[in-house]
């Protein structure tokens, strides 16, 4: 079982003994996707996957609580803003703007990126390295920026 994955399970176990009823059905959501993808593709998820499915569900909230807001129901905003609080603090310790900026000014170097042409593989260099640290929809927004 990989660290981040028994990381999540002891959360529920402490969230069932703390009797924190938010907390744990956010835990278990998050282990239910876990649960899914492996039964699919018949596979043990490793720390750099559950990273990916933890990225895909604070991406989820984030715009799910714009939609909310967006539509004047700031009860389910907070719902998922409660949600996207707990899913965020499995994710390891987010990057400074300089941090990503140094990361992609080596990837740009390191791939000859000189055009928008070269920009999936920039960001096929820079994704392991941010994956879960960084929101990945700003980062390609930098990388245009910079290409």
Do not use: C, H, W
Request: proline share 3%.
């Amino acid at each position: 079982m990989s660290e981040l994955k028994a990381q999540i399970s002891a959360a529920m176990k402490d969230a069932m003994r703390a009797k924190d009823k938010a907390r744990l059905a956010t835990v278990r959501l998050i282990l239910a996707d876990i649960k899914r993808i492996e039964v699919d593709e018949r596979i043990e998820l490793d720390d750099a996957r559950v990273l990916q499915v933890l990225d895909k569900m604070v991406k989820q909230r984030r715009d799910s609580i714009a939609q909310y807001l967006a539509a004047e129901r700031p009860e389910l905003a907070d719902k998922e803003q409660q949600e996207l609080e707990v899913i965020q603090t499995f994710l390891p310790q987010p990057l400074s703007d300089e941090e990503i900026n140094a990361i992609l000014d080596q990837a740009i170097a390191d791939t000859g990126a000189s055009s928008m042409a070269d920009m999936g593989k920039v960001m096929g260099v820079i994704k392991p390295k941010l994956q879960g640290r960084a929101d990945m929809g700003q980062v390609s927004k930098l990388v245009k920026a910079k290409l």
